[in-house]
């Protein structure tokens, strides 16, 4: 047993765990003394061999914790002291000593495989199985090294501890780091333990499960811990401050601020109220509304509101104006009486529960007391009610009869007023007129103190307002008569007034203070506004305002602003510019906290009105409120409305006011988290079906937005490359048909945001820091910019200020012109990134979508117009001339030039070079118009490409002669092929150009190519004839287009001309419809039945068929017309019958369409 006394006095060294607390010791203490007396009745009654593992007694010293550190002489042999006896043969070490020993020694793998070892054979090892199956022997926490002691205790047993219990992370020895190959006894499962068996997986689980277990242990402890903090947050002395005061409010515990935001936001999801919710879970999202516990406090959750709220009229409410209700009790007693629950000292607050419970009984029954007699003091005032009434009309009429007349009731009235508590405004405001009213009748013989000093102290503070100390007394002249004032009384009577109504008393009230016109005002409103004609409503907004800014009585605000939104049934423009007017002012006097609290609920109320004008009031406040709200309401609150009506609301003209109500928020906002919901509202808006709604967007929603990017650096990085990867894809996905729609939306958005961008590369410049405004500052040329399409993408308003723009114009033109744009991170980014894939979108588009050509023609207009001529010439002409690169030598002649053949040509001829007007530039455009029309003609390319820049540049008058000019080029040029398109390109400019151009310029070259030699020019030159006969009135030319026209049909040389013969017809078929009645009845149709005559003597059938089938489309659109009785005899129905006749022989399938037109007919 002396072996045992290093073990047992071992609970002190190296085995105490600073991480525990004193309970957890205590619990190893009396685990360990268990353990102990387990092991005592095993070993005492066993009578097995002495050499089994059943017969090793745990009071062995090595078993019960020896504070021998291992590897130490000495070891052994007090083992084999302790098993064999003193003089005794040393026995054989036994099992359990050995397993200490290795548990000791943290070799807790070998001391695994010997307990496994021991299980097969079925001699478990209490000792092993103990240790194996407590999960806390294998936690990982901070600790000493296996073998080492505790600090400052060389050499303590890492075994020891607490009476022999087995090493641990809780006894301060070795550390066992967590690894998949360990696991606790209970979690071992040895058959799959298998060499094919992968057990990392099952360990790992069983590892999680018990981390899980500990980590909510620790959560709960934390939890009890911020509990009790919480109740001992606020300061000692406020406390007793509060609870003595019971008018000054304690401030909110963070603890019951968790508890009423996790009520509230219940409550809120159980009504339907989702949006508001998710708002409130935003503003708070530090809390998780999903789990109470997530509170913090350990209690059950309450109630919900509705039930608290039902629950409240079941107690008693004591009010800090309770005192102020009182009669005949002195103001010690009350001062006495009020603090006793506050002034309790901490310590007794949790002790003397019992006590305090008794106290707030009493207080309590007092307090009942004190509202009985209240409510009879409140019904003997109600009963002397009518007396005063006819006491102020008689004084109102002679405030003085006679100093001595009716002491005794002057004196009673005295008394009454001093005893009776005052209950609400009204009843203080009758009282004091009372006193007013008969001050100069009080006989003078009643003690001051008996009238005033009665009253409570609250009436006390008030009274002298309206005591006759306060204010110049009136004196009126007293009649030298002996009549009685009986009489006196009797004669007035005859005088009409009346007190009676709720009118009459307030007439019969002179307010003497600001306070009683506000109460006044406030009561008189409500019955004034609904008697006021429509019309003229607006005239009472200053006064509502002015009441509802000053008025003392939260209630009475908020009706007076509800009056205020429901002044006007429908409220027309100029009415809800008033309104707002008003509550602007409204804002700038009362505060952000008010205007939140007493505005905001008026707007909410509205926001799903049945008229529209009142939603649009509430829009349009919105916008106007946001520079006076609080920030986190702005971005919260504010902004989910504005949304909410954006998207649900059908009118247009709200859903417009949204918008630039968004637009005024956008300017104001400051938290990042909302920019990506700015960003997804943005892209609602600019996707509206209504125009007004769409450029509300781009005049004020989209330029506010793209401030705010411009702020938080996402206009490069984000903003523009979302959009230009929307227009990609779009362009990706529309190859079978794209949508122009989304197309014009996402490239109008770029539009709007070019003066954006170029203000922050002037910002961003290297020379901005150089832009002073000192001496003269130069002007700006009035046409250097595009004209903004609202203020707000007027780059002098995005700078600041015109003069500071033309300073930073001036340094950067010369920064572009001499020192380039090294360092200049913005512009290189405009240079390298936007304008590539600018060009390589341009190129992927459909050149023969006149929409889609148009949009980015005025996309880069605009571009190279902001950012200036130099750039321009230096930065935006050398990417596309590199792309397209305009020579003969890169002629296809089967294919053409590929690039030749894109949208990149009419973009870059009417976006770009067309930006100046200079002559160089309309030298350039010529020049590049004339080479793109000769290298399409001699590859053999499509033309579709040049008949898209003319009929972009022909758009503009500005530009026909110019096109004119090019035409004319191709008119002399020595290729038939050029003239052949030359030819073909009159017909897109006849439509636009006046018939002064066209008799000087177009007819004079369209008769010399119908004379070229080539005949595939002169057909060229036949549908711009024909456009001519359908656009001219001018019969000189129309008569000699006639006169070449007949050439053509009746010249011998073209009579087997097959081609030019189906030209003819197909431009008939198109013209014929909208040209001149008389060329019309003279020349088309007579011409169309040679033609169908002729046609049934031809002799290949493919060709037949060809002229058959453009025939029927031409005799199709003239059968619209109206056609006299002999033109249709003579020629119509005849050339039908002949075409007939083609098509029986030809094309059956079409007989019966003719057989209809003729029927028509």
Same mark, same amino acid.
């Given at each position: 047993?002396?072996?045992?006394?290093?073990?047992?006095?071992?609970?002190?060294?190296?085995?105490?765990?600073?991480?525990?607390?004193?309970?957890?010791?205590?619990?190893?203490?009396?685990?360990?003394?268990?353990?102990?007396?387990?092991?005592?009745?095993?070993?005492?009654?066993?009578?097995?061999?002495?050499?089994?593992?059943?017969?090793?007694?745990?009071?062995?010293?090595?078993?019960?914790?020896?504070?021998?550190?291992?590897?130490?002489?000495?070891?052994?042999?007090?083992? #084999?002291?302790?098993?064999?006896?003193?003089?005794?043969?040393?026995?054989?070490?036994?099992?359990?000593?050995?397993?200490?020993?290795?548990?000791?020694?943290?070799?807790?793998?070998?001391?695994?495989?010997?307990?496994?070892?021991?299980?097969?054979?079925?001699?478990?090892?209490?000792?092993?199985?103990?240790?194996?199956?407590?999960?806390?022997?294998?936690?990982?926490?901070?600790?000493?090294?296996?073998?080492?002691?505790?600090?400052?205790?060389?050499?303590?047993?890492?075994?020891?501890?607490?009476?022999?219990?087995?090493?641990?992370?809780?006894?301060?020895?070795?550390?066992?780091?967590?690894?998949?190959?360990?696991?606790?006894?209970?979690?071992?499962?040895?058959?799959?333990?298998?060499?094919?068996?992968?057990?990392?997986?099952?360990?790992? @689980?069983?590892?999680?499960?018990?981390?899980?277990?500990?980590?909510?242990?620790?959560?709960?402890?934390?939890?009890?811990?911020?509990?009790?903090?919480?109740?001992?947050?606020?300061?000692?002395?406020?406390?007793?401050?509060?609870?003595?005061?019971?008018?000054?409010? $304690?401030?909110?515990?963070?603890?019951?601020?968790?508890?009423?935001?996790?009520?509230?936001? $219940?409550?809120?999801?159980?009504?339907?109220?989702?949006?508001?919710?998710?708002?409130?879970?935003?503003?708070?999202?530090?809390?998780?509304?999903?789990?109470?516990?997530?509170?913090?406090?350990?209690?059950?959750?309450?109630?919900?509101?509705?039930?608290?709220?039902?629950?409240?009229?079941?107690?008693?409410?004591?009010?800090?104006?309770?005192?102020?209700?009182?009669?005949?009790?002195?103001?010690?007693?009350?001062?006495?009486?009020?603090?006793?629950?506050?002034?309790?000292?901490?310590?007794?607050?949790?002790?003397?529960?019992?006590?305090?419970?008794?106290?707030?009984?009493?207080?309590?029954?007092?307090?009942?007391?004190?509202?009985?007699?209240?409510?009879?003091?409140?019904?003997?005032?109600?009963?002397?009610?009518?007396?005063?009434?006819?006491?102020?009309?008689?004084?109102?009429?002679?405030?003085?009869?006679?100093?001595?007349?009716?002491?005794?009731?002057?004196?009673?009235?005295?008394?009454?007023?001093?005893?009776?508590?005052?209950?609400?405004?009204?009843?203080?405001?009758?009282?004091?007129? *009372?006193?007013?009213?008969?001050?100069?009748?009080?006989?003078?013989?009643?003690?001051?103190?008996?009238?005033?000093? /009665?009253?409570?102290?609250?009436?006390?503070?008030?009274?002298?307002?309206?005591?006759?100390?306060?204010?110049?007394?009136?004196?009126?002249?007293?009649?030298?008569?002996?009549?009685?004032?009986?009489?006196?009384?009797?004669?007035?009577?005859?005088?009409?007034?009346?007190?009676?109504?709720?009118?009459?008393?307030?007439?019969?009230?002179?307010?003497?203070?600001?306070?009683?016109?506000?109460?006044?005002?406030?009561?008189?409103?409500?019955?004034?506004?609904?008697?006021?004609?429509?019309?003229?409503?607006?005239?009472? *907004?200053?006064?509502?305002?002015?009441?509802?800014?000053?008025?003392?009585?939260?209630?009475?605000?908020?009706?007076?602003?509800?009056?205020?939104?429901?002044?006007?049934?429908?409220?027309?423009?100029?009415?809800?510019?008033?309104?707002?007017?008003?509550?602007?002012?409204?804002?700038?006097?009362?505060?952000?906290?008010?205007?939140?609290?007493?505005?905001?609920?008026?707007?909410?109320?509205?926001?799903?009105?049945?008229?529209?004008?009142?939603?649009?009031?509430?829009?349009?406040?919105?916008?106007?409120?946001?520079?006076?709200?609080?920030?986190? *309401?702005?971005?919260?609150?504010?902004?989910?409305?504005?949304? %909410?009506?954006?998207?649900?609301?059908?009118?247009?003209?709200?859903?417009?006011?949204?918008?630039?109500?968004?637009?005024?928020?956008?300017?104001?906002?400051?938290?990042?988290?909302?920019?990506?919901?700015?960003?997804?509202?943005?892209?609602?808006?600019?996707?509206?079906?209504?125009?007004?709604?769409?450029?509300?967007?781009?005049?004020?929603?989209?330029?506010?937005?793209?401030?705010?990017?411009?702020?938080?650096?996402?206009?490069?990085?984000?903003?523009?490359?979302?959009?230009?990867?929307?227009?990609?894809?779009?362009?990706?996905?529309?190859?079978?048909?794209?949508?122009?729609?989304?197309?014009?939306?996402?490239?109008?958005?770029?539009?709007? &945001?070019?003066?954006?961008?170029?203000?922050?590369?002037?910002?961003?410049?290297?020379?901005?820091?150089?832009?002073?405004?000192?001496?003269?500052?130069?002007?700006? $040329?009035?046409?250097?910019?595009?004209?903004?399409? /609202?203020?707000?993408?007027? @780059?002098?308003?995005?700078?600041?200020?015109?003069?500071?723009?033309?300073?930073?114009?001036?340094?950067?033109?010369?920064?572009?012109?001499?020192?380039?744009?090294?360092?200049?991170?913005?512009?290189?980014?405009?240079?390298?990134?936007?304008?590539?894939?600018?060009?390589?979108?341009?190129?992927?588009?459909?050149?023969?979508?006149?929409?889609?050509?148009?949009?980015?023609?005025?996309?880069?207009?605009?571009?190279?117009?902001?950012?200036?001529? *130099?750039?321009?010439?230096?930065?935006?002409?050398?990417?596309?001339?590199?792309?397209?690169?305009?020579?003969?030598?890169?002629?296809?002649?089967?294919?053409?030039?590929?690039?030749?053949?894109?949208?990149?040509?009419?973009?870059?001829?009417?976006?770009?070079?067309?930006?100046?007007?200079?002559?160089?530039?309309?030298?350039?455009?010529?020049?590049?118009?004339?080479?793109?029309?000769?290298? &399409?003609?001699?590859?053999?390319?499509?033309?579709?490409?040049?008949?898209?820049?003319?009929?972009?540049?022909?758009?503009?008058?500005?530009?026909?002669?110019?096109?004119?000019?090019?035409?004319?080029?191709?008119?002399?040029?020595?290729?038939?092929?050029?003239?052949?398109?030359?030819?073909?390109?009159?017909?897109?400019?006849?439509?636009?150009?006046?018939?002064?151009?066209? #008799?000087?310029?177009?007819?004079?070259?369209?008769?010399?190519?119908?004379?070229?030699?080539?005949?595939?020019?002169?057909?060229?030159?036949?549908?711009?004839?024909?456009?001519?006969?359908?656009?001219?009135? %001018?019969?000189?030319?129309?008569?000699?287009?006639?006169?070449?026209?007949?050439?053509?049909?009746?010249?011998?040389?073209? %009579?087997?001309?097959?081609?030019?013969?189906?030209?003819?017809?197909?431009?008939?078929?198109?013209?014929?419809?909208?040209?001149?009645?008389?060329?019309?009845?003279?020349?088309?149709?007579?011409?169309?039945?040679?033609?169908?005559?002729?046609?049934?003597?031809?002799?290949?059938?493919?060709?037949?068929?060809?002229?058959?089938?453009?025939?029927?489309?031409?005799?199709?659109?003239?059968?619209?017309?109206?056609?006299?009785?002999?033109?249709?005899?003579?020629?119509?129905?005849?050339?039908?019958?002949?075409?007939?006749?083609?098509?029986?022989?030809?094309?059956?399938?079409?007989?019966?369409?003719?057989?209809?037109?003729?029927?028509?007919?």
């Amino acid at each position: 047993m002396a072996a045992m006394a290093p073990g047992g006095g071992g609970s002190g060294g190296g085995g105490v765990n600073p991480f525990l607390s004193d309970s957890d010791e205590d619990d190893d203490e009396v685990a360990a003394t268990e353990e102990r007396r387990a092991g005592l009745r095993l070993g005492s009654g066993s009578g097995l061999d002495p050499g089994s593992a059943d017969s090793l007694s745990p009071q062995d010293p090595v078993a019960l914790g020896s504070s021998a550190r291992p590897g130490l002489p000495g070891e052994v042999s007090t083992a #084999a002291v302790a098993l064999g006896g003193c003089g005794e043969t040393p026995a054989r070490l036994s099992i359990d000593a050995i397993a200490a020993q290795l548990l000791r020694d943290q070799y807790l793998l070998t001391a695994l495989e010997l307990h496994t070892e021991l299980l097969e054979s079925g001699r478990e090892l209490p000792r092993l199985r103990d240790y194996f199956s407590n999960p806390g022997n294998f936690e990982r926490q901070s600790g000493t090294p296996p073998g080492m002691g505790a600090p400052g205790i060389p050499g303590a047993a890492g075994i020891g501890g607490a009476g022999g219990r087995e090493p641990s992370t809780t006894s301060g020895g070795g550390q066992l780091n967590r690894a998949g190959s360990i696991s606790t006894l209970d979690s071992l499962d040895f058959a799959r333990y298998s060499d094919d068996g992968n057990r990392e997986t099952d360990e790992r @689980v069983a590892v999680l499960e018990f981390e899980l277990r500990k980590a909510k242990e620790t959560i709960q402890a934390l939890r009890a811990n911020l509990t009790k903090a919480a109740e001992h947050e606020v300061p000692l002395q406020e406390r007793k401050n509060y609870k003595s005061s019971p008018e000054i409010q $304690e401030p909110i515990k963070p603890l019951e601020k968790r508890a009423l935001n996790f009520l509230v936001n $219940e409550f809120l999801l159980k009504n339907n109220y989702k949006l508001t919710s998710i708002t409130f879970s935003d503003e708070n999202d530090d809390q998780d509304f999903e789990l109470w516990d997530d509170v913090g406090l350990n209690i059950p959750k309450p109630p919900d509101l509705l039930q608290l709220y039902r629950d409240f009229g079941n107690h008693q409410v004591t009010g800090k104006d309770l005192v102020d209700v009182a009669s005949g009790v002195e103001e010690d007693e009350l001062e006495a009486l009020t603090p006793v629950l506050g002034n309790l000292p901490p310590s007794l607050e949790t002790p003397q529960t019992v006590e305090n419970s008794l106290l707030v009984q009493k207080l309590e029954d007092k307090i009942s007391l004190l509202n009985s007699e209240k409510w009879s003091l409140m019904e003997q005032i109600r009963r002397l009610e009518s007396e005063m009434d006819f006491l102020k009309n008689e004084h109102f009429a002679i405030p003085v009869v006679c100093d001595s007349v009716q002491p005794s009731l002057d004196h009673k009235d005295s008394e009454d007023t001093g005893q009776n508590p005052v209950i609400n405004s009204s009843d203080k405001e009758k009282d004091k007129d *009372i006193h007013l009213s008969k001050s100069d009748e009080v006989d003078s013989s009643i003690p001051k103190e008996n009238f005033p000093s /009665s009253l409570p102290r609250r009436e006390r503070e008030e009274m002298p307002s309206s005591s006759p100390s306060s204010k110049n007394t009136v004196h009126f002249d007293k009649p030298n008569r002996k009549l009685s004032p009986a009489f006196h009384q009797a004669l007035l009577s005859f005088c009409r007034m009346s007190a009676d109504s709720r009118l009459g008393s307030e007439v019969s009230r002179i307010a003497d203070s600001e306070k009683s016109v506000m109460l006044m005002l406030g009561r008189c409103l409500p019955h004034i506004v609904p008697n006021v004609l429509l019309a003229k409503r607006e005239e009472l *907004i200053p006064l509502i305002l002015c009441t509802a800014c000053l008025h003392p009585e939260p209630k009475e605000r908020d009706q007076l602003l509800h009056i205020l939104f429901n002044l006007i049934k429908r409220p027309d423009d100029e009415q809800r510019q008033m309104i707002l007017t008003g509550c602007v002012a409204f804002a700038r006097h009362v505060g952000p906290t008010r205007v939140e609290a007493e505005l905001l609920p008026q707007c909410w109320e509205q926001i799903n009105h049945k008229y529209p004008e009142r939603r649009l009031l509430v829009a349009e406040s919105c916008g106007a409120l946001a520079p006076h709200l609080p920030k986190e *309401i702005r971005s919260s609150l504010v902004l989910s409305m504005l949304q %909410q009506m954006l998207m649900e609301d059908k009118a247009d003209l709200v859903r417009e006011a949204v918008i630039k109500s968004l637009g005024i928020i956008m300017g104001y906002i400051d938290d990042p988290d909302k920019y990506q919901q700015g960003f997804e509202l943005l892209l609602s808006a600019l996707g509206d079906p209504s125009e007004r709604v769409v450029s509300a967007t781009h005049q004020v929603f989209l330029p506010a937005y793209a401030a705010w990017t411009t702020e938080l650096g996402n206009l490069q990085s984000h903003l523009i490359p979302t959009l230009l990867n929307k227009i990609e894809k779009l362009l990706r996905e529309g190859e079978h048909g794209l949508d122009e729609h989304k197309l014009h939306m996402y490239l109008s958005a770029l539009q709007s &945001l070019i003066p954006s961008l170029f203000a922050l590369v002037l910002q961003n410049a290297p020379f901005s820091s150089k832009a002073k405004l000192h001496g003269e500052v130069p002007q700006i $040329e009035v046409t250097r910019f595009p004209r903004p399409m /609202s203020p707000l993408q007027d @780059v002098s308003t995005i700078i600041g200020s015109r003069e500071q723009l033309a300073v930073l114009l001036q340094l950067y033109d010369y920064q572009l012109e001499h020192e380039g744009t090294t360092g200049w991170e913005t512009l290189l980014w405009v240079v390298n990134q936007l304008l590539p894939q600018l060009i390589e979108i341009v190129g992927k588009i459909n050149v023969t979508s006149t929409a889609c050509v148009h949009e980015f023609s005025r996309f880069f207009w605009r571009l190279c117009r902001t950012f200036g001529k *130099i750039f321009t010439n230096t930065k935006v002409k050398p990417q596309f001339q590199e792309i397209l690169r305009l020579s003969e030598e890169n002629i296809d002649s089967s294919a053409g030039n590929g690039v030749l053949t894109k949208a990149t040509v009419p973009i870059y001829a009417t976006g770009v070079l067309t930006c100046y007007i200079q002559e160089e530039d309309r030298k350039l455009l010529v020049g590049f118009l004339e080479d793109v029309m000769t290298l &399409l003609s001699l590859s053999h390319a499509p033309l579709d490409s040049l008949k898209a820049s003319f009929v972009e540049l022909g758009a503009n008058p500005a530009y026909h002669e110019l096109l004119l000019t090019v035409l004319w080029y191709g008119v002399v040029h020595t290729s038939a092929l050029v003239r052949c398109t030359a030819a073909r390109m009159f017909e897109l400019l006849v439509k636009g150009v006046n018939e002064t151009l066209v #008799a000087q310029r177009v007819v004079p070259a369209l008769i010399t190519l119908s004379s070229d030699p080539e005949i595939s020019v002169r057909i060229a030159t036949i549908p711009a004839f024909g456009t001519i006969m359908e656009t001219v009135i %001018q019969r000189e030319l129309l008569e000699r287009v006639k006169m070449q026209l007949a050439s053509f049909l009746e010249d011998p040389q073209y %009579q087997d001309q097959y081609s030019l013969h189906t030209e003819i017809i197909k431009t008939f078929g198109r013209v014929g419809p909208n040209a001149e009645p008389r060329f019309r009845d003279e020349f088309v149709i007579p011409h169309l039945h040679k033609l169908a005559l002729v046609n049934n003597l031809q002799i290949v059938d493919s060709k037949r068929l060809d002229i058959a089938t453009h025939l029927f489309e031409a005799y199709s659109a003239l059968s619209c017309c109206f056609i006299s009785e002999d033109l249709m005899v003579n020629h119509f129905l005849p050339g039908l019958r002949c075409l007939r006749t083609d098509m029986e022989h030809l094309s059956p399938e079409h007989e019966l369409n003719v057989n209809c037109c003729k029927l028509s007919e």
